[in-house]
T-cell receptor
Framework: AQSVTQPDIHITVSEGASLELRCNYSYGATPYLFWYVQSPGQGLQLLLKYFSGDTLVQGIKGFEAEFKRSQSSFNLRKPSVHWSDAAEYFCAVGYFSGGGADGLTFGKGTHLIIQP | GAVVSQHPSWVICKSGTSVKIECRSLDFQATTMFWYRQFPKQSLMLMATSNEGSKATYEQGVEKDKFLINHASLTLSTLTVTSAHPEDSSFYIC???????????FGPGTRLTVL
């Protein structure tokens, strides 16, 4: 079964500093990979996704992620964070089987704190 | 983009009652929808896969008789929590898929509180 590991439960970053959130997955094949952001009490907003092709994926809000097959990683980055980026970030892995799409498996999330 | 809505956004009910949550894909048709639950400060856990015109597929450990799922049309799936108890209090989120991208569009969630 697939699994997703986000090793950092909390991360504190100064506003304007760069950010990298880690994500590792365990899966037999190349999965579909996603990063979502969730503000308190809200649903999930898709930041970016990787299906195939270019391993560096650009997303919304200035985020990007790089798929590294050799490391089974899909780390999220942003060159300069803003106070509004404070939220919970989830990495997820999915699979598209012959019969259709499967549900996503989520990591436990990383809580991002932005300090002034 | 793709918009998924849920109704209601929050609900409070008494223990022993049933609650229905709707999930709609507003601008696309979804043959498959997914239901997740999220406990406070925890991650999302897939509960079941809702397939239009057929029975839902439940994840291990999820009681199918307690969490009834109906996918009556290509734009609507419902989750009914039957005989709700306080331990069912949670944030329920649905998602719907578009083609090969699968269930990548999430609804805003429904906060269920069982008293």
């Amino acid at each position: 079964a697939q699994s997703v590991t986000q090793p950092d439960i909390h991360i504190t970053v100064s506003e304007g500093a760069s950010l990298e959130l880690r994500c590792n997955y365990s899966y037999g094949a190349t999965p579909y990979l996603f990063w979502y952001v969730q503000s308190p009490g809200q649903g999930l907003q898709l930041l970016l996704k990787y299906f195939s092709g270019d391993t560096l994926v650009q997303g919304i809000k200035g985020f990007e992620a790089e798929f590294k097959r050799s490391q089974s990683s899909f780390n999220l980055r942003k060159p300069s964070v803003h106070w509004s980026d404070a939220a919970e970030y989830f990495c997820a892995v999915g699979y598209f089987s012959g019969g259709g799409a499967d549900g996503l498996t989520f990591g436990k999330g990383t809580h991002l704190i932005i300090q002034p | 983009g793709a918009v998924v809505s849920q109704h209601p956004s929050w609900v409070i009910c008494k223990s022993g009652t049933s609650v229905k949550i709707e999930c709609r894909s507003l601008d696309f048709q979804a043959t498959t929808m997914f239901w997740y639950r999220q406990f406070p400060k925890q991650s999302l856990m897939l509960m079941a896969t809702s397939n239009e015109g057929s029975k839902a597929t439940y994840e291990q450990g999820v009681e199918k008789d307690k969490f009834l799922i109906n996918h009556a049309s290509l734009t609507l799936s419902t989750l009914t929590v039957t005989s709700a108890h306080p331990e069912d209090s949670s944030f329920y989120i649905c998602s719907a898929g578009k083609g090969a991208s699968g269930g990548t569009f999430f609804g805003p969630g429904t906060r269920l509180t069982v008293l």
